[in-house]
C-alpha cells in the first residue's frame, strides 16, 4: 500500500508542477479560459511517462 501513495503522491506533485508552468507562462490568458488543451495533453504525456518507468504493481 506504501507503494500506492508514493506513486499518487509523486503524481500530484507532478501535475501540480505542469499546471503551475502553464499558467505562469501566459498569466493573462489563465483567467479566461477554464479548459486547456495544453495543459491536458502535457499531464496525459508525464503521468503516461511516469507510468511507464514506474508501472503500478500489486
Known amino acids: 500500500m506504501h507503494f500506492d501513495l508514493a506513486h499518487a503522491a509523486v503524481s500530484a506533485i507532478l501535475i ?3 499546471v ?8 493573462e490568458d489563465a483567467p479566461k479560459r477554464q479548459w486547456d488543451w495544453r ?4 499531464v496525459f504525456v ?7 518507468v514506474w508501472p503500478y504493481r500489486s
Open 16 to 18: 501540480g508542477f505542469i
Open 20 to 27: 503551475l508552468f502553464f499558467r505562469q507562462k501566459d498569466p
Open 39 to 42: 495543459i491536458f495533453f502535457a
Open 46 to 52: 508525464v503521468m503516461f511517462v511516469l507510468n511507464l
